[in-house]
Every structure is written in structure tokens, then in C-alpha cells.
DNA sequence: GCTGCACAGTTGAAGCATCAAGTGTAGGGT
DNA sequence: ACCCTACACTTGATGCTTCAACTGTGCAGC
């Protein structure tokens, strides 16, 4: 790892990497002890509480949370056990499954956001300062891009057009 | 998670925890296919590798790779069977173990290595451009002096005083 | 030199993610 | 009308991570 990198790439890239270790565990943990969700679920969850109607597809569902439709198929079996979710099939659509937030899983979102997002910027928005919020939003932008160069950018629906809903 | 974070806040935050679920993925993809290896698994190798002796006290290593004890302990079970890693006792200190990368655990990583940097500088390092490089290690810096304030700062030994070893 | 506590590490069980294979629906071609 | 491919999921097995409990060593106090 440190012949193909110069020093000042290496380094940030072993501070990049030690976030990525860190941070995900440091935020599950919060939520863990405080909700007994996943980070995961959780963004499910909060996903699914601000669409009109508290429904969506699963695909689309897998796309505004970055992840495939099989690790979301089972997180949803969990938190359909829990009732926070329910599936329902797609009126004239027989091979799209709706995925819809029940009161109870909304009352459980309400429960949980401010914490996490207490956290969450403890972690990372005071941490970086005010001023580099910006910077910030620009690298991962960058590196998304490299990551997902054709879709799933529903995950970060700004700096181009309206969002048009469903 | 709407209503605590303003609009710059809330969208700098979704990317960067979109990027935190696909870039491991990303980079578990590329040593997977190539090498058979996790990326943790790949960094265990990767610090032996480059420490005088290619030997260290586990604690240490964990240290090193941002995880916890009982992570370590359980790669290095794998990465033992695989003969890329042998743990053998420490002279004069009872209670320590020595992780320790063998001939054909530096093998590995020498024929790892290579593609591995390539999909950081493809995925990261070029993904964010030159210009910006010092930006990702001033944010990232400033992200893990909150995750950990205390110590593992050996992860990224620079910018403050001499590494004084174990 | 014994006791008690803290450190270093290991282990086993339980949960979550990933992968490969399977079900059933849409829709296009003939 | 029929097949055939592609899509939208689901399911089960496997492997890695985490958590809690355990073993054994060093060390401070008495």
C-alpha cells in the first residue's frame, strides 16, 4: 500500500479508511443502544417516513439507501416482524412489491431522529466545522460519482432538477 | 433526519453515508475478486507488512487497523490457517502475543498490493483530484479526532509528534 | 508471598451481509 | 396464442462481525 500512493495521498487515504471503520461502528452503536436498530435499518426507516404517502417500491426503496435489493429484502422481513413496515403487492404492477411504514414504525422514527441526528453531527458536521460542510459535500460527490457513475443518485436528489417524487 | 440538519447539512451528510456503504463495498468487490481477501483482512497484512520485522504485539495491531481485539483475533485465525500469518508468544512478557507475517503472507500482499492501490486512486485519490486531496485529509483528520480523541491515532502518525512505539 | 484488580488475548453464540439460486410477472417477437 | 428474455423480488446457505464470557498474566498493596 505505500509504494503506489505519495505520502500525502497515503495519508489521507489511511485517515479515509479509518473513518470508514470507525464512524459506521460509532453510529450503530448510538443506535443501537438507543433504538435497537441498525444504521441501516434505520435509514430505511427515515427513507421510507419522508415519501408521500410512506410507500414505495422496493427497488426504488434499495436505490435511495444504496444498497442491493436482496440485503433489503431481508432487513425488511426484520422490521416487518418488528411492525414497523408491511408489504403489500403493486395495484396493476404484479411484480413490484410496496413497501409502507406502519404508524407504529413512524412513531418509532419520530423517537429515534433526534438522537441520531444529535449525533450524527457531533460526528461529522461540527467535526468538520461549518465552513468545510461544503467541502465536505463536494469530495463525496466526487467520489460517488466513481462509485455509481450512472444511477442511484435518488440518494442525493439536489444540485440538479425538482425531485418528482415517485 | 429532516428536520435537525439544514438543507447543506442534510445533503453533504447523505452522500457522505452513501459513500460509507459503497466504497467498502467497492473495495471488498476488487481484493475479493483478485485476491480472495477482505479489505480488513488485506490491512492486517498490509501494516504487518510494513513494520520493522513484520512482527507486532496484536494489541497493537488492532490499534493499528482501527478494530477491536476480538476482530483481530478472529482474522488472524483465518489468516493463520491460510499460513500468511503465525502468532507465536512474546519473549519476557507472558501475556502478549505476537502477530507475525510469514514468507508467503508477504508474498500475498506483494501480489495484492498493486491492484488494491490502483482501485484507491481510481475510486479516491483520483476521484477527488489532486487539488483536494489535503481537503479529504484536513476533513477525515478532523472527523477522527472526534471518533477518537484519545489514542489509535497511530493509525495516522503524522502531523503531531514522534511515534514513540509500543 | 498472597490477594485483588487490570490488562492481553481467545472463544462461542448470535446477528447481519453477501452470494447464488429460485419464483413469478411483463412484455417483445413470431 | 406461445415462447423467451428480462425484471422484481425472495430465500437459504455461508462467512464475517459483534457481544459477552472466559483464561491466563502482570503488578500494586498489604
Not at 461544503?134 to 440538479?160: C, H, V, Y
Request: aromatic share 4%.
Amino acid at each position: 500500500m505505500a509504494e503506489w500512493l505519495n505520502a500525502e495521498e497515503q495519508h489521507a487515504w489511511r485517515r479515509t479508511a479509518a473513518v470508514m471503520t470507525l464512524l459506521p461502528a460509532a453510529l450503530d452503536a448510538q443506535l443501537q443502544r438507543d433504538a435497537g436498530l441498525t444504521q441501516f435499518s434505520y435509514l430505511v426507516l427515515a427513507m421510507l417516513s419522508e415519501t408521500e404517502g410512506r410507500v414505495m417500491p422496493m427497488s426504488e426503496l434499495a436505490s435511495t439507501v444504496s444498497s442491493s435489493l436482496s440485503r433489503l429484502s431481508h432487513v425488511v422481513s426484520r422490521l416487518e416482524q418488528q411492525g414497523w413496515v408491511s408489504r403489500e403487492p403493486c395495484a396493476g404492477n404484479g411484480r413490484v412489491t410496496m413497501a409502507r411504514l406502519t404508524d407504529a414504525g413512524w412513531e418509532k422514527v419520530v423517537a429515534t431522529a433526534p438522537g441520531h441526528a444529535a449525533e450524527v453531527r457531533r460526528l461529522v458536521i461540527d467535526a468538520v466545522g461549518p465552513c468545510r460542510v461544503a467541502d465536505l459535500d463536494a469530495i463525496t460527490g466526487a467520489i460517488l460519482r466513481r462509485l455509481d457513475p450512472a444511477a442511484r443518485m435518488r440518494a442525493n436528489p439536489m444540485a440538479s432538477e425538482g425531485a418528482s417524487g415517485s
